[in-house]
């Protein structure tokens, strides 16, 4: 056989080698080719492809399983279980960075299915790889890293304090500051799931300088971008009054209000979210986003959203509300009360208008000048539908009760109280009648 055949055989089992790991990455994007590869054992033949002299091969390969672990927890199970993942671990470290990236992708791939498969992802020693890869020049490998530390933190507070101790939050805060949009988008989302966990994990975040680059980007035009800085603002917020207040110092308002009149849906949301977790800790920073005019931005961007995008702007007047008579009052001069009516009656959601209800309990409650404020929006007869209605949930039923009664305890307004003689039952009639033994 001459050394031309010997070539030449060569020549096609490589060939029929890059077929088969293109072929199957192909066919392991249309969810209806996914149990068929399964039942084929494909995972065991894509082993030792990525092993491979070649490195389109290895890289393709490790892109196909990435995509069958995508697809399920069961096939993210059979690549733990392949003993896979210690192979990418140390390919991570070695390879180019097209397989670097596909490396990372197997790796978010399988982690964002459970903890277990985070924790799996962990054991095998893939953090210390993927931190370093946040320094890589690329920065699609930085993106991939970020994403797979993002998915692998999101579960809960050991993970993230795994990633945590590995290093990777100087290396994301610097992330924010690359050029590459993704890359800040990614990066952003990534701190905001460290930082929900706890006080402390947010705290580290905070610790990084992440506060000052997140606070410089909200006004930037990408709205994806300005989705996860306003998350991971909020998520850094709602831990405690300082760190509110770190945030608050960043300058974030009046700048965050242009948010709330964003074309896109989850920005207002997020925005308003950033808000509420502030003006929920103290009097103080709620005061803060009154004078802003924080609260009637909000209530602005209630009236111009349906459905769950309105949620957190409703809990947001409703804390504000709660603080004292002062601030009630400053949410019903910024036109809060008509909105939340109308929340009230229009959503078709009973947590929604559970929320509502008791945000306008906690605006009412306070003076019988409160109360007459929410009765003349004919929300009384509404809360009081609500709770008597067999369809409501068991939470409507008792926000309205609550509110209904806060409410009556300080409303001297008759021609509010006056239906409630003829359609209100005994628990909640008691109120009235006592209301009008004071007028």
């Known amino acids: 056989m001459s050394q031309r055949q010997v070539l030449q055989g060569l020549e096609e089992y490589q060939k029929a080698r890059l077929q088969f790991v293109q072929k199957v990455a192909e066919q392991a994007t249309r969810p209806q080719n996914i149990q068929t590869l399964q039942n084929a054992g494909v995972i065991s033949l894509l082993r030792p492809l990525l092993l491979d002299v070649v490195p389109t091969i290895q890289h393709t390969a490790a892109l196909a399983l990435g ?14 279980k392949g003993d896979i993942l210690p192979q990418l671990v140390y390919s991570l470290a070695e390879q180019n960075r097209f397989y670097k990236k596909a490396a990372a992708f197997v790796l978010r791939a399988v982690g964002k299915h459970s903890p277990q498969r985070a924790q799996a992802i962990v054991d095998c ?13 690329d920065p699609g490998v930085k993106e991939a890293a970020a ?18 101790d590995e290093g990777a939050v100087p290396l994301l805060v610097l992330c924010i500051q690359e050029p590459e949009i993704a890359l800040k988008r990614i990066s952003a989302s990534a701190l905001s799931d460290i930082s929900k966990h706890s006080p402390e994990l947010a705290q580290t975040v905070v610790d990084a300088g992440a506060i000052a680059h997140l606070a410089q980007t909200i006004l930037n035009p990408d709205a994806k971008l300005k989705q996860q800085v ?40 997020n925005a308003c979210t950033l808000i509420r977790e502030i003006a929920k800790h103290t009097p103080e920073l709620s005061q803060l986003i009154v004078n802003t005019g924080g609260v009637a931005a909000v209530t602005d961007c209630i009236g111009t959203c349906k459905g769950n995008t309105r949620l957190p702007g409703i809990m947001m007047l ?9 601030l009630a009052m400053a949410v019903i001069i910024s036109k809060g009360v008509p909105q939340l009516s109308i929340c009230l009656s229009e959503e078709p959601e009973d947590h929604i208008k559970a929320a509502a209800a008791w945000a306008l309990g906690q605006i009412g409650r306070h003076t019988s000048e409160h109360a007459r404020a929410v009765a003349v929006t004919n929300a009384l007869p509404v809360l009081l539908s609500l709770y008597m209605s067999t369809e409501s949930s068991e939470d409507l039923q008792m926000k309205c009760k609550k509110a ?21 039952p005994p628990n909640i009639l008691k109120h009235v009648l006592g209301q009008f033994s004071k007028v």
């Open 147 to 164: 994403w797979a530390l993002g998915y692998i933190s999101r579960h809960n507070a050991e993970l993230s304090q795994a990633v945590v």
């Open 318 to 326: 409703g804390y504000v509300a709660a603080h004292s008579e002062n």
């Open 404 to 424: 209904i009664k806060s409410i009556l305890q300080k409303c001297t307004y008759l021609p509010a109280l006056e239906p409630f003689l003829y359609d209100a």
């Open 230 to 269: 306003l998350s991971a603002l909020s998520q850094i917020s709602k831990h405690s009054v300082d760190l509110a207040e770190m945030v608050v110092e960043a300058e974030i308002f009046p700048v965050v209000l242009t948010c709330l009149k964003d074309k896109d849906e989850y920005v207002k949301k």
């Open 125 to 137: 020693g893939a953090l210390d790889a993927l931190v370093i890869c946040l320094e890589d020049f």
């Open 67 to 80: 995509r069958l672990a995508n697809y399920s927890d069961d096939l993210a199970e059979a690549v733990v």
